[in-house]
């Protein structure tokens, strides 16, 4: 993985997944001929007969894009006078209903849902926070923080702050503002004042002066920051993700090297949380759903590529050893082939 990572020269004139359009690389596309009324009677013969008809159900719900499938789900509101949430949620169970309920849920609210989540409960699940405001766009941060105003009444910004401290919740703070430049104009000479700002504020300096890299970090554009990251190699002579995780420990140093990667490659940071979600004994399916989902209308094509050059494996055939049942099959169609 270091290899990956360290390849400066693999990213800089890579599109970057925080511009791409909907659709562009994903695996689900629009249904052409796309008929609501249908798919909702085909759903509410596949769930109301003797056994969910697991297939069909399948089909339509990883057939259609998201768009799609909301019309899909006021089809079936009208037709049964029930939602298909509900009637999903009474006939299926377990992961193959999580990635269900996924594959219907807006994606905006699905982002907001996992958030949500993360801050539920005793102790705030820092894992999920860190992925999802790393990897999303202005548009996708500012587009869940309207979902959370709207469902709890109350700012998301506000509740952040209660539930994360210190440096790396004046780092996350910052991403959950959605507020990033998005310009794509490169200035050379900021690129190497900021890799000088944050040599001297680390690998320079006894103690760590977090604010630097804080700043730098997670408020320049993608492209201001890819030259960034060269410069920085030039002035200290290791990757700026080296030194952040030399420098810095915990939280922080999760949260600031995950956007270092997807500063470089959004598809690699999330082949690598696929990798791990199905490495050793067990799988963490709320991440390969959150993954799975999440990514398949916006470079899921992309990931799969990345998964097969980092681990010469395709993330097929890792689905296939990993997961069983009417889930493994919904999780593969979402995935849309081998490589």
Not at 92 to 113: K, R
Request: hydrophobic share 40%; glycine share 6%; net charge negative.
């Amino acid at each position: 993985m270091a290899s990956l990572w360290d390849d400066l020269e693999d990213f800089v004139d890579s599109p970057s997944s925080f511009l791409v359009n909907t659709g562009d690389r994903g695996t689900i596309q629009p249904k052409a001929d796309f008929d609501p009324e249908a798919d909702a009677a085909a759903l509410k013969d596949a769930i109301e007969g003797v056994g969910t008809k697991e297939k069909i159900v399948t089909e339509i719900l990883t057939g259609r894009s998201s768009v799609q499938r909301l019309f899909i789900c006021e089809a079936y509101q009208n037709a049964t006078g029930r939602t298909l949430l509900e009637d999903l949620k009474g006939d299926t169970d377990g992961d193959y209903q999580n990635v269900l309920v996924a594959l219907i849920t807006p994606p905006e609210e699905y982002d907001c849902h996992e958030v949500m989540r993360a801050m539920k409960g005793a102790g705030t699940k820092e894992s999920i926070l860190i992925e999802i405001f790393a990897s999303r766009s202005n548009l996708q941060i500012q587009a869940l923080a309207d979902v959370y105003l709207k469902e709890t009444e109350k700012k998301l910004h506000l509740d952040l702050k209660d539930e994360v401290s210190g440096d790396f919740g004046k780092a996350l703070l910052l991403l959950a503002e959605g507020q990033r430049d998005e310009s794509s104009i490169v200035d050379v000479d900021l690129a190497r004042a900021d890799a000088q700002a944050i040599y001297i504020a680390g690998e320079k300096k006894l103690g760590t002066d977090e604010t630097t890299f804080i700043e730098i970090i997670c408020q320049r554009s993608i492209s201001q920051l890819r030259q960034t990251l060269i410069e920085y190699k030039h002035v200290s002579g290791k990757t700026l993700q080296e030194s952040i995780e030399g420098e810095m420990s915990g939280d922080l140093k999760e949260l600031l090297v995950a956007v270092v990667k997807c500063v470089k490659s959004v598809p690699a940071y999330f082949a690598e949380l696929l990798y791990k979600s199905m490495k050793g004994c067990g799988t963490d399916e709320a991440t390969l759903n959150r993954i799975m989902v999440s990514r398949s209308e916006i470079d899921l094509l992309d990931i799969r590529a990345k998964f097969k050059k980092l681990y010469d494996n395709s993330l097929l055939s890792a689905i296939e050893s990993e997961l069983s049942g009417d889930y493994a099959e919904c999780v593969k169609a979402i995935c849309g082939g081998d490589d």
